[in-house]
């Protein structure tokens, strides 16, 4: 839960009473997609990360050798 709270911008409804429904809350389905999103632009920033890293190691061995 705390976790949750940091990461995510809305909560999700644990509770299914609808008297206990959160007014800012998102659907269990907008979680997933928003999930998604979130680990695919982490997957993106990782490979550039990958991508910078081979290209500065890369630059410091001789011509010749890969």
Do not use: F, R
């Not at 839960?1 to 009473?17: M, R």
């Not at 429904?21 to 490979?47: F, G, P, R, W």
């Amino acid at each position: 839960s705390i976790d949750s709270a940091k990461h995510s911008p809305n909560l999700v409804p644990t509770a299914t009473k609808p008297d206990t429904v959160q007014t800012e809350s998102m659907s269990y389905s907008q979680y997933l997609s928003m999930i998604k999103s979130q680990i695919s632009c982490a997957k993106d920033i990782h490979n550039a990360l990958l991508e910078c890293s081979k290209k500065i190691a890369g630059k410091g061995q001789p011509q010749g050798i890969l």
